[in-house]
Structure formats: structure tokens, C-alpha cells
């Protein structure tokens, strides 16, 4: 509190500071695309509508379904059989629609359609008798459902370089690799050399797996990082995008890099003296949330905003057909 009034708004000596604003940063198309089928589903067959796992990794977006009807839970066992169900936008391993239809119940798959092509470039691997290499984080619900599209032992889980020397695959001549969509590319680029140097023949998806959103914002704060003293990344700490923002802040030179939910959660300390500040958020967190922290900065800064843009993006999925109004 006695910060806020050292430097309220009503001082006309605030310190001037610039604000980088990434461009893009915030919602991907599959989190928009997730969280507008949770919303026609409610209108479609009325409230409750129950939502395995949260639909994308943010609390404000959660909570904002979960008040105009949504029931989050976290497995199929916990949705009775006579409501509808959907599945978040991470995916889901193949046994959970086959138990959703086991028990004739009303479901909407609402993986991303880029988690989806992963899916299939497993399934193709798996079909011409390779044995896939994963390169994603252990636990993770995205890497869960990939893995869980083949039988057990298909899939390898590789996290880091080291893994790769540790792995014993069944036939180094047979296999294949695909990662997890929202992970560092230039982390993930060392993994994939250090595949290629132990396995000769392993062979690699046609474009790379990782979403053009991930890409997009890991390219906006790697721009603005030789310009900014700290990084602000909004976004929430199960949020694998808007961690390996902060990450790729931190690799490309910038001395202070922090996740926050909300503006609540800047440490207004750590960040005395500095005056040039770069702003971005993960691919799951709403702008609203952005918004709140550019007005924080403004109660205690002069501030002039500089958007640092280095990618349009123009993608855009269609919800599955059932929620259609023409279906
Ligand atoms: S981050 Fe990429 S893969 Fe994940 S939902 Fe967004 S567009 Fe899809």
C-alpha cells in the first residue's frame, strides 16, 4: 500500500519507462477454437457441461466457462453418462473417447487440430513398423495423449539431450520422431541433432511439430530481448508455452524474466530501476489479463508503449461439425 502512493497516479513525477509489447503473443487459434466449444456446447445442450481436464491452462478462462456452466474434472470416471463431455484442447490418449462411447455418452474432442496432426503422424509411423521417439515433458496432458494414441512401449519419452544417449529402442534402424507443439525450438533443435548423431535413419515429421503460436511468440521475445532489462510473461505456471517463454527470455540475454497470472503478481521491487520492460503472454492467456498489467505500469510509470511485431497471424480452426449450427 505504501508503495501504491509513493507512486499513484496522482504524482506527476513517475519514472519514465517503455513497454515492449510483443507481437503476436496471448491466444492461438486452438485456444480460441477450445474455449468457443465449451461455449456452444453449454448453449447447445444446456448447463452442466462437464470439461475433462481445463480446457487450456488458465485460471481466468476457466473460471469464466465454470461460471456459465461448466464442470472441470479431471477424469472420465467423474462425468455422469448423461451429460456431454468435452476434451480439452491438450488431447487425449485413445482410450478415453473409446470409454466415452462405451458409455453412449455425448462427447466433443476439443484437441487442436495442430496436436491432432501429431497424433496422425504417430499413428503413420507406428503402421510402416517404427518405433516413435517423443520429445516433450513427462506428465504433461498433451505428451499423455500422444503417447497414449499406440499401444504402451511405442512411444519413448525424451526430455533432454541426455535422455537421448540413455534410450534403448528396439531397432535403432526403425525409427521416427515427433515432439510436443508448445516446447523451445532451440531447445528442442539440440534434441533433435543429438537424435540424428545416435540414430542415422531416424527420420523426423515434414514440417516441424511445433505450433506455428509457439514459434510466433518464442520469435517476438527473442526481437525484443537486446532492448529490454526485464520480461513480464503472462500466463499460468501449467502453461508449457508460457513457461518456455520465459526460459527463451532468460537464453537470449534478458537479466530479468518472470511468469504472472495477473498483475497482482509483479514484483514491483524486483523491477525498481528498470525502464524498459518487454510484455508478452502464453498462448492460453486472454488479452484481458495483458491489459490489467499494462494498466499497473501506467499507475506507477510514464509509459510509452513500443510493439515489437514479427509475425501476422491469420489461423483460425471451425469447431467440430455436431456443434455447427448448419450440421
Ligand atoms: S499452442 Fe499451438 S498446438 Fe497448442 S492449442 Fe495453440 S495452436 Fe494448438
Known amino acids: 500500500m505504501t508503495e501504491l502512493t509513493m507512486t499513484g497516479p496522482i504524482k506527476t513525477d513517475r519514472p519514465a519507462l517503455t513497454l515492449y509489447l510483443a507481437d503476436p503473443r496471448g491466444f492461438c487459434a486452438g485456444v480460441v477454437r477450445a474455449i468457443e466449444i465449451v461455449e456452444m456446447a453449454i448453449e447447445k ?3 452442466p457441461v462437464y470439461v475433462r481436464h481445463e480446457i487450456v491452462h488458465n485460471q481466468h478462462v476457466v473460471d469464466g466457462l465454470r ?3 461448466a464442470v472441470f474434472v479431471e477424469d472420465l470416471d467423474d462425468c455422469p453418462d448423461d451429460r456431454p463431455v468435452v476434451f480439452s484442447a491438450h488431447g487425449v490418449p485413445k482410450s478415453v473417447p473409446a470409454e466415452a ?3 453412449n455418452m455425448i462427447y466433443v474432442d476439443a484437441t487442436c487440430p495442430l496436436v491432432w496432426k501429431v497424433h496422425v503422424e504417430a499413428e503413420r509411423h507406428f503402421q510402416n513398423g517404427r518405433q516413435i521417439i517423443m520429445i516433450g515433458h513427462s506428465g504433461h496432458p ?3 495423449g500422444t503417447m497414449g494414441q499406440l ?4 512411444v519413448i519419452l525424451v526430455e533432454t ?3 537421448v544417449a540413455r534410450i534403448a529402442p528396439r531397432d535403432p534402424e526403425r525409427l521416427a520422431y515427433i515432439t510436443q507443439t508448445t516446447l523451445s525450438v532451440d531447445d528442442t533443435a539440440d534434441v533433435v541433432a543429438a537424435l540424428m548423431a545416435r540414430f542415422s535413419g531416424i527420420i523426423g515429421p515434414h514440417r516441424k511439430d511445433i505450433c506455428y503460436a509457439t514459434t510466433n511468440r518464442q520469435q517476438a521475445v527473442k526481437a525484443m530481448a537486446p532492448r529490454i532489462d526485464a520480461l513480464l510473461v ?4 501449467n502453461s508449457s508455452n508460457s513457461r518456455r517463454l520465459v526460459e527463451v527470455g532468460r537464453a537470449a540475454g534478458c537479466p530479468y524474466a518472470m511468469l504472472v497470472q495477473t498483475a497482482a503478481d509483479i514484483d514491483w521491487r524486483a523491477i525498481e530501476g528498470v525502464r524498459a520492460v518487454g510484455l508478452t503472454a502464453g498462448a492460453s492467456a486472454p488479452e484481458v489479463l495483458v491489459d490489467q498489467v499494462i494498466a499497473a505500469f501506467h499507475d506507477r510509470y510514464e509509459v ?3 510493439r515489437i511485431v514479427t509475425a501476422e497471424e491469420h489461423v483460425s480452426f471451425k469447431v467440430p461439425r455436431v456443434l455447427r449450427v448448419d450440421a
Do not use: L, Q, S, Y
Open 101 to 103: 462411447e462405451r458409455r
Open 304 to 306: 510509452t508503449i513500443e
Open 161 to 163: 539431450v541426455e535422455d
Open 67 to 69: 461460471a456459465k456452466g
Open 234 to 237: 503472462v500466463g499460468a505456471p
Open 45 to 47: 445442450w444446456g448447463a
Open 142 to 144: 498433451e505428451t499423455v
Open 151 to 154: 499401444p504402451a512401449g511405442e
